[in-house]
């Protein structure tokens, strides 16, 4: 395992700039609004030949009533639990305050090791003479930082790498599953990470719009490994007036780019809703294998005839994704969760699926055979040949004497033969059409 650093510290000391300045890309929210990372946001990062995984904390504020404020302590503690190293971050324009002496002694009774930095020491020369009260906190010398223009941050990762344990044989994530997990907010997305992981691992809470950012949890059992990504809740563009919001919707978008297989999250006692059928053409578009998951199944009253009636609604509704297979669980009482495991496995092997051109062309021959190609003005479409270009989400290249003459139907109709034979359930299927002479690819 790679090892894992948190860093920490009160809330508005500057942690999430300084995440996004260690991971070298945008992935933690930064607003100066406290509070606005609420979640443990996990990235990769590389220092001195390491790899190693870096958690932003939410800010803690040791004593509060605050629920959200309270959440995101205990977000920080679980983080802290499972660091090897720890890095303190304090801010020398607030100086020392009562609160960082309170962290302080909560990260000192965890007894991991700490490495203390001064943020916004942003001018080069002579230190801020506020910066030598740090000392008072006993963590050894302080590294001065500054996130905004990287000063310092080479200091900082060398402290960090001197108490990383000895190297050993990597395990390696490559073959592991993403699976993002998107919907619209309160639908249970986080409350189906859980009951997975069988720990708290994300905010849950009914306050919409708990979980902002996108959030990675590695998990394995004996069907596979996995990596479970919890995207924020995508709510309408209307609603969007923060930009804390537009960040989450761009987050759950690139969690969806990332992801191997998408499950896709509808509240059962709503039925699909406009929203719905947005965020599901995300993941349609985007190519992705997709469940579409039915969750808080134990709240409808039910007869025998209640699931067929919902899941022919689920198929009107999202008519698009007619390919991905339906699951009615709950999260809260983990009904049919299990089941889920043998869907994402399946639904990953079929995008992965490769087909011979030789096994193509047959079905292609025998579908010509039972369905004519369009005419039109007596000139007739001619398919050569099919060969498949790529895999996730399969791709086909279909080589024909006119493009012009390809009518959507007939494409849907070659499509529907393909699935016909091959199956591909629970993913997307590209059918691209090329005149001959054209290049593959």
Same mark, same amino acid.
């Given at each position: 395992m790679k090892p894992l650093v948190a860093i920490v510290g009160r809330p508005n000391v500057g942690k999430s700039m300084l995440f996004n300045k260690l991971i070298g890309q945008? !992935?933690?929210?930064?607003?100066?609004?406290p509070g606005v990372t609420r979640d443990r946001i996990y990235g990769e990062c590389e220092w001195a030949g390491r790899r190693f995984t870096l958690v932003d904390t939410g800010g803690i504020e040791p004593n509060t009533?605050?629920?959200i404020l309270a959440f995101m302590r205990e977000q920080a503690r679980i983080a802290i639990d499972h660091a090897d190293v720890i890095i303190f971050l304090t801010d020398v324009r607030t100086g020392l305050t009562a609160s960082d002496q309170d962290v302080a002694n909560l990260l000192l009774r965890s007894g991991k090791p700490i490495v203390l930095a001064v943020n916004k020491m942003d001018s080069v020369g002579a230190p801020d003479p506020d910066y030598y009260e740090f000392y008072n906190l006993g963590l050894g010398d302080p590294v001065a930082v500054s996130a905004v223009h990287g000063?310092?941050?080479g200091d900082l990762l060398d402290r960090c790498l001197a108490h990383f344990p000895p190297e050993t044989e990597e395990d390696e994530e490559g073959d592991a599953i993403k699976v993002a997990v998107i919907g619209k907010p309160n639908v249970g997305k986080s409350s189906l990470v859980n009951r997975i992981l069988g720990q708290e691992r994300v905010i849950v809470s009914d306050v919409a719009g708990t979980t902002r950012d996108a959030i990675d949890s590695a998990f394995e059992n004996e069907t596979g490994k996995y990596v479970f990504i919890d995207t924020a809740g995508m709510r309408r563009k209307s609603k969007?007036?923060?930009?804390?919001e537009r960040y989450s919707v761009l987050r759950a978008t690139m969690a969806i780019d990332r992801a191997d297989v998408c499950l896709i999250l509808i509240d059962a006692t709503e039925g699909v809703t406009?929203?719905?059928?947005?965020?599901?053409? !995300?993941?349609?578009e985007a190519g992705k294998a997709s469940i579409i998951v039915v969750n808080k199944w134990d709240l409808v009253e039910k007869d025998d005839k209640t699931m067929d009636r919902m899941r022919e609604d689920v198929r009107r509704d999202l008519s698009y994704m007619t390919y991905a297979p339906v699951l009615f669980l709950s999260a809260a009482t983990g009904q049919r969760v299990p089941r889920l495991f043998e869907l994402i496995n399946y639904v990953h092997e079929q995008s992965c699926t490769r087909i011979t051109t030789g096994m193509l062309n047959n079905v292609l021959e025998d579908a010509q055979t039972r369905v004519q190609p369009p005419t039109d003005k007596g000139r007739r479409l001619k398919i050569y040949y099919m060969t498949q270009v790529?895999?996730?989400?399969?791709h086909f290249v279909v080589f024909c004497n006119d493009a012009r003459l390809f009518h959507f139907s007939y494409r849907r109709y070659l499509e529907n033969c393909i699935r016909g034979v091959f199956g591909l359930e629970g993913t997307p299927v590209v059918l691209t059409v090329r005149e001959r002479g054209e290049k593959e690819g």
């Open positions: 945008r !992935l933690a929210i930064v607003e100066d609004t009533d605050d629920q000063h310092g941050t969007v007036d923060e930009s804390i406009e929203q719905d059928t947005k965020i599901a053409g !995300l993941a349609h790529g895999v996730k989400p399969p």
